[in-house]
Nanobody, 114 residues
């Protein structure tokens, strides 16, 4: 069974930075896509950033130029460097890995104060 351990959330002021990490373990298959989704209070869960096994990336328009996704395939770990944070970035951030199906982390809270 795939397990995802997320870390790095917290409370920061607008303009600050955070770095999220998500380590995957227990997979017997090749992980093709890793990434992050975000769910703001009262809203649906939306994609923030995704990265493929060959390092192709996709970002939500709202985070382009501010967030950077990267991965360490040897460690099955994905990172999200978030700079220039805004109050609208507040939400629960979920890690996802996709191989034989999609697996989700438990979520980590990110709160940006104005």
């Amino acid at each position: 069974q795939v397990q995802l351990v997320e870390s790095g959330g917290g409370l920061v002021q607008a303009g600050g930075s955070l770095r999220l990490s998500c380590a995957a373990s227990g997979s017997s298959f090749r992980i093709n896509v890793m990434g992050w989704y975000r769910q703001a209070p009262g809203k649906q869960r939306d994609s923030v950033a995704l990265i493929t096994s060959d390092d192709s990336t996709n970002y939500a328009d709202s985070v382009k130029g501010r967030f950077t996704i990267s991965r360490d395939n040897a460690k099955n770990t994905v990172y999200l460097q978030m700079n220039g944070l805004k109050p609208e970035d507040t939400g629960v951030y979920y890690c996802v890995v996709i191989g034989r199906g999609a697996y989700w982390g438990q979520g980590t809270q990110v709160t940006i104060s104005s």
